[in-house]
């Protein structure tokens, strides 16, 4: 409850706050955009801006319903306004907000598209068109008994594949859910613990660690078994955390690495042997 207030303050904040940007008339639009355009003049641009957020907003209402958070939605206009005030041309004639209105657009589909779902799809032209204009195009092509038109003939309209049309219908219609939210609102068990645990049981983890301890303890036995070069070996070369090398063990017992190394390999096979006889294995 405290989080949605919270959020409708700053809504409320920041909707008084580009109430208070005034309008520009068309003349000053014109000098302000000459001014960015051929001086790099940033107050200009950013007097641009914010006297055209009002209409940003105006825009996002339009995609308020769709389950996202409506500043996110803002924001993602603003960011759409600010890329046409950068390539505005005011020599072309026509106000900036005719021509910001498509940047606006495009920035808020591509967010809605991209944020769908977690499972990423491409966000081509065609499914931003699609996305776009399905919901009023099916509208149009509704038959007066109610029965809505052919994936095909939707598509004939938007001029994209039938594929298309239909891989944006399961999209759209197919929302991610939380796994922490309720079955029901009379439930209070979560999506989450009705999946399958696909770990080990408690029992099979109780299994694994009894089987290791007896693992252990037959290979201390099996080492209790070799001479005392060949423990030292073992235990410098196998068992250490920082092993000594052929060399360096060579020249403290006045052998060759060869010799080194036939000793190690020699007390494995004992080990593995002594393991084997009491039905234990060494990986």
């Not at 904040?13 to 520009?24: D, H, M, R, V």
């Not at 939707?154 to 939210?181: H, I, N, Q, W, Y």
């Not at 036995?221 to 005392?228: G, Q, V, Y």
């Amino acid at each position: 409850m405290t989080v949605a207030v919270a959020q409708i303050s700053t809504l409320d904040k920041y909707l008084a706050e580009i109430n208070t940007f005034p309008l520009l008339t068309r003349e000053q639009e014109h000098e302000l955009a000459l001014k960015y355009r051929d001086f790099n003049d940033l107050d200009a641009a950013q007097s641009l801006v914010t006297s055209n957020l009002r209409f940003v907003v105006k825009v996002a209402a339009e995609y308020r319903n769709l389950g996202f958070s409506f500043i996110d939605i803002i924001q993602e206009g603003n960011i759409g306004l600010m890329t046409a005030v950068k390539k505005f041309d005011p020599d072309r004639g026509y106000k900036l907000i005719s021509y910001a209105v498509w940047w606006i657009r495009a920035k808020i589909h591509n967010f809605i598209i991209r944020s769908w779902s977690l499972v990423k799809m491409g966000t081509t032209q065609a499914q931003r068109k699609i996305f776009a204009k399905l919901k009023s195009t099916k509208r149009g092509l509704t038959a007066p008994d109610g029965s809505e038109p052919d994936v095909r003939e939707v598509a004939e309209v938007l001029d994209v594949k039938p594929e298309e049309v239909s891989e944006m219908e399961l999209r759209m219609a197919a929302r991610d859910a939380s796994l922490d939210s309720r079955l029901d609102d009379d439930s209070a068990t979560t999506h989450i613990e009705m999946l399958a645990e696909e770990g080990p049981t408690q029992e099979e983890v109780l299994a694994e660690a009894q089987q290791k301890e007896i693992l252990h303890k037959g290979i201390h036995r099996a080492i209790e078994k070799l001479n005392d070069k060949e423990k030292f070996i073992l235990e410098k070369r196998v068992l250490a955390e920082k092993p000594m090398t052929l060399k360096e063990i060579a020249q403290q017992f006045n052998i060759s690495r060869e010799r080194v190394r036939q000793i190690e390999a020699g007390s494995m096979k004992k080990i593995r042997g002594y393991l084997a006889e009491s039905n234990l294995v060494l990986a």
